[in-house]
């Protein structure tokens, strides 16, 4: 089944605990990209990637890393979480130049 | 980046026909425009995609002016289950900048 897989679904952590949420598709497409969403604002882009080992800065990029080493996978990284980075996560992908775009189930994270 | 802007809300009763209407003044000549729907707690599904004139598919069709400054999703005789958020996209046929904005509340009710 083509599926773009989020990990974890849910966490609760606490300011400047590093963490990683992970992704990865099945679909074998160039494009990944991470939005967040947050009420009243839509879902915003935070990075993207055309590709492995390229990547670019959506919307809202500060407080976030990502990387792109393999086709599949492309984790979101918070180095010093804050409060102000609670919110419900999506990664999606997509072939080049193309839509639609697949995205996963979510991921919401509660930074106290 | 073309912004684009929606009707935060809408209401109709099922087996109507909804028509939701985007605004997107500064649309270049390549872009595309691209509806997504989207259910509590889950990630947007593609929905129709256009450049101009009409495009229909199985569960939308979608209306673009000549001047393409706007563009309306349909949906035909809705039911209980279309009750979700519907963004539109305005963006170059690479897409890989994405503007999603706050999207428009759809409430369906029997």
């Known amino acids: 089944e083509a599926q773009v897989t989020q990990n974890p679904r849910y966490l609760i952590t606490v300011t400047g605990k590093k963490l990683t949420v992970t992704c990865s598709q099945n679909?074998?497409?160039?494009?990944m990209s991470w939005y967040r969403q947050d009420p009243g604002l839509g879902l915003r882009q935070i990075y993207y990637?055309?590709?492995?080992?390229?990547?670019d800065k959506g919307d809202v990029p500060e407080g976030y890393k990502v990387s792109r080493k393999e086709k599949r996978n492309f984790p979101l990284i918070l180095e010093s979480p804050s409060p102000n980075q609670t919110s419900l996560y999506f990664c999606?992908?997509?072939?080049?130049?193309?839509?639609?775009?697949?995205f996963g189930d979510g991921t919401r994270l509660s930074i106290l | 980046l073309a912004k684009t802007t929606q009707p935060i809300s809408m209401d109709s009763y099922e087996g109507q026909e909804v028509n939701i209407t985007c605004s997107h003044n500064?649309?270049?000549?390549?872009?595309?425009i691209t509806w997504y729907q989207q259910f509590p707690s889950q990630g947007p599904r593609f929905i129709i995609q256009?450049?101009?004139t009409k495009v229909t598919n199985e569960v939308a069709s979608l209306f673009i002016p000549a001047d393409r400054k706007s563009s309306t999703l349909s949906l035909p005789r809705v039911s209980l289950s279309d009750t979700a958020v519907y963004y539109c996209?305005?963006?170059?046929?690479?897409?890989?900048?994405?503007?999603f904005g706050s999207g428009t509340k759809l409430n369906v009710k029997p």
């Open positions: 500064n649309i270049a000549t390549n872009d595309y």
């Open positions: 679909m074998n497409h160039e494009y």
């Open positions: 256009g450049y101009k």
């Open positions: 990637s055309m590709n492995v080992e390229v990547t």
């Open positions: 996209l305005v963006g170059d046929k690479n897409f890989n900048k994405f503007y």
């Open positions: 999606a992908s997509s072939p080049p130049g193309s839509q639609p775009q697949h």
